[in-house]
């Protein structure tokens, strides 16, 4: 079946420093979308992947579709405290499967 | 718009007890979907719908029922609760079309946190 790993599980950063989250599926993906999930909140949809070496930018945070649309990351420069929470990819098809999520902590 | 709400916020039930997860959303959304969330396992999806009157298990069904009789309403029943069932429950929303709900936004309720003892 499909699998989709997300790498780290947990990342430690200190305010200022880059951080970068990935998503890799043993099967090409139709398109792939990304969300954040404060502590103790629900996850709340960031973008959407659907072309092929698609990047995107939303003013910190870069987001890339591969080429083989087999993988994803984002990438957040200077992270800043309110980036702290959990990141998930969420691949397609009909039961929508999550990654596991990569969790940021920021030290001030 | 209310989005998508969900009661109750926490729960405590004993093992063995039933109880229904109540999800509603006006946005006429025809996907809604429950996920349980557990530490270090990410969001696993437990059922699904499609449309009202039609239902369908996800990754981890075993333990509950659900059923879809109109739009906006999908509750999630426990039938006889156990301990592994304490998780935080989340369910989601999503419009449909034709190209499925995989190219469109989730939108998430606020989650219910259940405890089984």
């Not at chain 1, 103790?40 to 910190?60: A, D, T, Y």
């Not at chain 2, 009661?7 to 039930?13: A, D, G, I, S, W």
């Not at chain 2, 075993?62 to 739009?71: A, D, E, I, K, L």
């Amino acid at each position: 079946g499909q699998q989709v790993m997300q790498i780290p599980q947990y990342q430690h950063v200190q305010e200022g420093e880059d951080f970068t989250t990935y998503c890799n599926s043993s099967t090409t993906l139709s398109n792939i979308q990304w969300y954040k999930q404060r502590p103790g909140g629900h996850p709340v949809f960031l973008i959407q992947l659907v072309k092929s070496g698609e990047v995107k930018k939303q003013k910190r945070l870069t987001f890339q579709f591969g080429e083989a649309k087999k993988n994803s990351s984002l990438h957040i420069t200077a992270t800043q405290t309110t980036d702290v929470g959990t990141y998930f990819c969420r691949f397609g098809n009909e039961k929508l499967t999550f990654g596991t999520g990569t969790r940021l902590t920021i030290i001030p | 718009n209310a989005g998508v709400t969900q009661t109750p916020k926490f729960q405590v039930l004993k093992t063995g007890q039933s109880m229904t997860l109540q999800c509603a959303q006006d946005m006429n959304h025809e996907y809604m979907s429950w996920y349980r969330q557990d530490p270090g396992m990410g969001l696993r999806l437990i059922h699904y719908s499609v449309g009202a009157g039609i239902t369908d298990q996800g990754e981890v069904p075993n333990g509950y029922n659900v059923s879809r009789s109109t739009t906006e309403d999908f509750p999630l029943r426990l039938l006889s609760a156990a301990p592994s069932q304490t998780s935080v429950y989340f369910c989601a929303s999503s419009t449909l079309f034709h190209t499925g709900p995989d190219y469109y936004e989730q939108y998430f309720g606020p989650g219910t946190r259940l405890t089984v003892t």
